[in-house]
């Protein structure tokens, strides 16, 4: 079983960039496929981003193409999440999430693994 840890959100502003850190113990984090999701007040969890295991295959939900990019630092048993020219829409508490299977995308239910999620606020 793995731990999922999530840093580095925070308030910026708009157009500006944020580095989420997903932090991995208990097991190495390329054994699994990894994801992220968020959550706005009052809306319902949704896809970020995925990269299957150990990696090769990506999706990103269609808005953020372009502007989020995921990817692991196996050396420090973490999965990254970088956003830029970010909006005041990005704004939610972002979620990583881990699945056993090869690569479960965007299915929320697929995913076996959550964080307890890290707040993003982007001002305009």
């Known amino acids: 079983q793995v731990q999922l840890v999530e840093s580095g959100g925070g308030l910026a502003q708009a157009g500006g960039s944020l580095r989420l850190s997903c932090a991995a113990s208990?097991?190495?984090?390329?054994?699994?496929?990894m994801g992220w999701f968020r959550q706005a007040p009052g809306k319902e969890r949704e896809f970020v981003a995925a990269?299957?295991?150990?990696?090769?295959?990506?999706d990103y939900l269609g808005s953020l193409k372009g502007r989020f990019t995921i990817s692991r630092d196996n050396a420090k048993n973490t999965v990254v999440l970088q956003m830029n020219s970010l909006k005041p829409e990005d704004t939610a508490v972002y979620y990583c999430a881990a699945a056993d299977t090869y690569y479960p995308g965007s299915q929320l239910g697929l995913y076996d693994y959550w964080g307890q999620g890290t707040q993003v606020t982007v001002s305009s």
């Open positions: 208990g097991r190495t984090v390329n054994t699994y496929a």
């Open positions: 990269i299957s295991r150990p990696g090769g295959k990506f």
